[in-house]
């Protein structure tokens, strides 16, 4: 097995190259900025199969020779060409964050659109086919998720991702769901991934405040 680790350092400042590079993992620099960022890793990685993992996410044990399984089962009389890992574990206790998992492997796997914290897996040659992913600040996984759909559907892994549930502690479970479901709608409406990434930041800090004062 040849794994390479590619850490993407977006300009940070908290120390995040140093524990990279302790840990074994190659650093490379990138404007801060998720597409691009995300791509910078790619053309930094040689493997025949690209796996964007975020940072606050934690992969399975066997999740190698799990990827690389599904890799090779056709589907529909063709071998897929992407992935992701259907079944999220979110570090949060409570029955609203195990809905969350299971509407989250339901949108997966019924739909095909896993979102960029489920761990998404490319094959090389399709990732540079598509040209990778747009260098948008704001939905540059969903858009790619769509594309990759038109080459085959996503191969399911079924061993938890295992993610940090910090991103719904600010707003909670329903107010983050909202504001990342309007955010699709006005994509699909036609507003840019910049004024989109405006209104995401912004929206939320509007959440915030209203739960403060209600609270």
């Known amino acids: ?32 900025g ?21 940072a606050d996410s934690a992969l399975p044990l066997r999740y190698f020779d799990s990827i690389y399984e599904q890799l090779q089962r056709p589907i529909g009389g063709q071998l897929p060409q992407w992935g992701c890992f259907q079944n999220m574990s979110i ?4 029955w609203a964050m195990r809905l969350l998992e299971l509407t989250i492997g339901l949108r ?3 739909l095909h659109v896993p979102y960029g914290d489920q761990g ?3 094959r090389s040659s399709a990732y540079h086919a598509l040209q990778g992913f747009k260098d948008w600040p704001l939905l540059e996984d969903y858009e790619m998720v769509l594309r990759l759909r038109m080459l085959s559907p996503p191969a399911l892994v079924q061993d938890q991702l295992t993610v940090n ?23 699909h409406f036609g507003a840019s991934p910049e004024t989109l990434a405006g209104w995401y930041y912004k929206s939320s800090g509007l959440f915030s405040i209203f739960s403060k004062r209600t609270n």
């Open 120 to 122: 998404i897996f490319i």
């Open 34 to 54: 998720r597409g691009v960022q995300l791509n910078v890793g790619a053309r930094a990685a040689t493997g025949n199969v690209l796996l964007f993992l975020h």
């Open 165 to 187: 549930g910090r991103r719904w502690d600010k707003l909670g479970i329903v107010a983050t769901t909202v504001v990342n479901q309007c955010i699709i709608a006005a994509y």
């Open 108 to 110: 997966t796997r019924f």
């Open 91 to 94: 570090e949060r206790d409570g």
């Open 1 to 32: 097995k040849c794994v390479e680790v590619i850490v993407v350092d977006g300009e940070s400042s908290d120390g995040t190259v140093d524990a990279a590079r302790r840990s074994g993992a190659r650093v490379v620099s990138a404007p801060r």
